[in-house]
């Protein structure tokens, strides 16, 4: 989930405050959260977006971003 979103306990698992959707959990395990990073504006500025590198899955499949598809 996008965010960052305030957290408002903390114990064997972090609740926080989303937004009100069926499909969001406001509770997540300890182990399933990530601290809140800035994005560095000049190091994206500098990123080829045309190189992308393939994503690794935790099966250490590669996969890739489609750019688009042909008629067959």
């Known amino acids: ?29 300890t182990s399933e959260v ?8 000049m190091l994206l500025a500098s990123h080829n977006f045309d190189e992308l590198d393939p994503i690794i899955t935790e099966t250490s499949d590669k996969e890739f971003y489609i750019e688009h598809i042909l008629n067959a």
């Open 34 to 41: 990530m601290p809140y990073i800035k994005l560095d504006t």
């Open 1 to 29: 989930h996008p965010g960052p979103y305030n957290v408002i306990d903390i114990d064997k698992e972090y609740s926080s405050v989303l937004p009100n959707s069926p499909s969001f959990c406001p509770t997540y395990h």
